[in-house]
């Protein structure tokens, strides 16, 4: 017990010794003093919650070493804490390299170290966990959920108590406690009385903008065929006859006494009542492919009117920019699509040194085989080749395809590990020659580089560390790659994306400080984006401007039972998920009160590097892929009054992860054809929901030469 006074002791007595005294004993000691007490090799289990400083628990771990059994497991708490002055990530770090373990995210993070020769099967089932990181995040998911249960449990256990206690002061004070009831019964109703007028407000609110919209639309739409009317030689050939019709018009007017003058208006208001009712109405969407076998939840409509709720919220929060024309100037351009770029196409000398001479991801390409019945492995590339990137033309063709299927640009992976980086060529070669001219940004992979290509802690070939004035060196060479004119920009700041946010020790602070070198170096602020993975929701605890979605790494799942899977390898260890299921579920999410960029993914089939033990997801297909990106698209150009329409895909060329654009032998540019429908419909559905009509044609040509001007946007009023 430590330092502890005698009421938490006694506290723990009483919840300790009915359930756990018939074997356990509690001992009133630091570690130091308590480590007498028990012999060597005689604890399977060891919980280090000490002080948490480095050297503090480097001390408590070697001093109890001994006493540790062939079974032993540790458990180190606040592994995921990387303020000062806590270390126990870093002596964490260090234990890993000699050791097994797991490491659970949630909370302040708990490592669990596999000390012993003789640990039982899963123990080591979960350690192995530790190298699938789409395994691990399944486990990390259910202890987190597991874990919050319990902490209810426990809630719910201190709150019976509390009912108690609260019972029995009601019992001494009847006559109070009766007077309080009614005031909190009272109370209680009109809380509730006020929530719904409140909720009620709110809706007739919503309802009214929406059909503010719609008019507006509806208006424009009745102006211009009046505009195009007038303009018509009909118009001009039938004046003579209107003006007869005035002439007689007035002369019924002198005739007609005043009393059925207003008799027949009165019945001219009441024959229209439907045709009132149907401008409030809005406009119909169009009938797109694939629509009617989608469910009803995550509808064209139902995106557009949820879009429309989202932004009608954020007008009303104070500081909220409500331009009275947003309507007319959102959806002026079309979305932005921007691919993830993996680099890893040309041989490194780090590479050889790892995985072999001449190794590049085509080497992990080759070697993929079908694990069931209909697999489709390995991917055999078609018009580009087995490409390497040390070739300049090949990036010139590569932008050339993706300017022609509405690609916007290229989100290039950067390798940074302390001053040192890897597969670098590419696009250092591409900002030194000015070419291609296809826009770009970068996406700091700023996770370890391991041997499982996974980012996880064992054998780790380069780690990704912070050490003092780091932040400084890595954004300053960034510069450059800014004030580059093909940088893609939100609002005017140059856009880097960070794949580990969380990952960076105090965060906020290191945000702050790139901001304030950029906007000395450049004069403009620096866009910050954090990618959604490994449980990262909300950018702006971190300090970051924006998220930005990156399937699959998500919490909702759609598992497939292998089972129904028909001839998948006896040897095969790995999982199954339904590409329409995940697709579904992630179209379902709730739009977020801060910048969210969405994201999709064309396929995902890791087997090319992961082997009998991939993931794969079922199902996946151009044409899913092509819906789902309308729907991104749609649902981007509706809150683009307060968000950059960009849209990421997942990815340009991740060729062993099955999650690529450029043309294969199987499908041929059919992904790329794919992406040009997505976006061209979604923006005409986007039209469509405003009451206009754009035609194929056209949507294609502003897709393809970008001919409309930026957008001018409304400040997102929950930046960080």
């Known amino acids: 017990m430590g330092a502890y006074g005698e009421d938490v002791l006694s506290e723990l007595t009483v919840r300790h010794d009915p359930r756990y005294g018939a074997f356990s004993r509690l001992l009133r000691a630091t570690f130091d003093d308590a480590r007498q007490e028990f012999g060597d090799a005689t604890i399977d289990l060891l919980h280090l919650d000490g002080v948490h400083t480095y050297d503090a628990v480097r001390h408590d771990f070697e001093a109890w070493a001994p006493t540790l059994s062939a079974r032993a497991v540790v458990l180190f708490h606040d592994t995921n804490v990387r303020e000062e002055p806590f270390g126990v990530h870093r002596l964490w770090s260090e234990l890993r390299e000699s050791y097994h373990g797991f490491e659970f ?31 691990a995040t399944v486990v990390r998911d259910a202890y987190a959920r597991l874990g919050a249960v319990v902490a209810r449990e426990a809630d719910r256990e201190l709150l019976a108590e509390a009912r108690r206690q609260l019972a029995e002061t009601g019992r001494q004070l009847a006559e109070t406690g009766r007077q309080l009831d009614e005031s909190g019964r009272l109370l209680v109703e009109s809380q509730q009385r006020l ?32 505009d195009g009317l007038r303009a018509s030689k009909s118009w001009a050939l039938t004046a003579p006859l209107r003006s007869v019709h005035r002439l007689l018009h007035g002369l019924r007017r002198t005739a007609i ?14 024959a229209h009542p439907v045709r009132a009712v ?48 947003d ?72 932008a050339r395809l993706a300017r022609a299927y509405g690609i916007h640009g290229f989100c290039f992976y950067y390798y940074w590990f302390d001053g040192r980086r890897v597969l670098e060529r590419p696009v250092d070669e591409m900002l030194a020659s000015g070419s291609p001219d296809l826009p770009f940004c970068l996406c ?66 290191v945000a702050d400080e790139w901001r304030a070198i950029v906007l000395g170096e450049t004069g403009r602020q620096v866009h910050l984006a954090a990618i959604q993975s490994f449980g990262l929701d909300d950018p702006r605890p971190l300090g970051f401007d924006s998220a930005v979605e990156f399937p699959p790494h998500h919490e909702e799942r759609a598992f497939m039972d292998r089972r129904g899977v028909p001839g998948v390898e006896a040897g095969f260890e790995g999982y199954f998920e339904d590409y329409l299921g995940v697709r579904h579920a992630l179209l379902r999410r709730e739009l977020p009160q801060y910048s969210w960029f969405r994201g999709l993914m064309t396929a995902w089939d890791n087997t ?40 990421f895909v997942n990815a340009w060329n991740e060729w062993a992860e099955g999650a690529y654009l450029e043309p294969d032998e199987r499908f041929g540019r059919e992904w790329l054809e794919a992406t040009l429908a997505g976006a061209r419909d979604g923006l005409r559905q986007f039209h469509a929901s405003r009451g206009l009509s754009l035609e194929p044609q056209e949507a294609e040509r502003q897709l393809r030469q970008g001919l409309r001007p930026p957008v001018r946007r409304a400040d997102h009023p929950n930046a960080a």
Not at 293 to 317: F, N, T
Not at 480 to 488: G, L, N, V
Not at 491 to 503: E, K, M, R, S, T
Not at 622 to 631: F, I, M, T
């Open 257 to 270: 006494p005043s009393g059925v003058r207003a008799v027949r208006r009165g019945r001219s208001l009441a």
């Open 278 to 325: 149907e401008r409030r109405r809005r406009p119909a969407l169009l009938l797109l492919p694939g629509e009617e076998g989608v469910p009803r939840d995550v509808r064209d409509e139902v995106l557009v009117e949820s879009a429309v709720a989202w932004a009608g919220g954020l007008r009303k929060q104070p500081g909220a920019a409500t331009a009275a024309g």
């Open 608 to 647: 090319a590097r992961r082997g009998s033990r991939g993931h794969v997801l079922l199902n996946a297909s151009p044409a899913a892929y092509e819906l789902w990106l309308r729907k991104l698209v749609l649902q981007a150009l509706c809150r683009s009054p307060f968000d950059e329409p960009l849209v």
């Open 195 to 226: 929530e719904e007028v409140t909720r009620a407000s709110e809706e007739q609110v919503s309802s009214l903008q929406a059909r503010f919209l719609a008019v507006d639309a509806e208006r424009a739409n009745v102006q211009a065929e009046l």
């Open 105 to 135: 995210l949630h909370g302040n993070g708990l490592g669990v170290l596999g000390v012993g020769d003789e640990l039982p099967k899963p123990v080591h089932a979960l350690f192995r966990a530790q190298d699938d990181l789409a395994l």
């Open 444 to 509: 700091w992979a700023n996770e370890n580089w391991t041997r499982r290509w996974d980012g996880s802690e064992s054998e780790i070939l380069l780690r990704q560390e912070y050490p003092p004035g780091w932040a400084e060196r890595f954004i300053r060479e960034l510069v450059p790659a800014f004030e580059d004119p093909r940088y893609i920009s939100v609002d005017g700041a140059p856009l880097l994306i960070v794949y580990c946010a969380h990952h960076i020790p105090d965060a906020r602070r």
């Open 327 to 398: 309507s007319a100037v959102a959806g002026t351009q079309p979305a932005k699509l921007v691919a993830f770029y993996l680099p890893q196409f040309h041989p490194i000398p780090e590479n050889d040194e790892w995985w072999g001479e001449g190794f590049t991801e085509w080497t992990n390409v080759r070697r993929g085989r079908p694990q069931f019945a209909g697999h489709h492995q390995p991917r055999v590339p078609d018009e580009l080749g087995y490409y390497d990137l040390r070739d300049p033309s090949v990036m010139e063709r590569q």
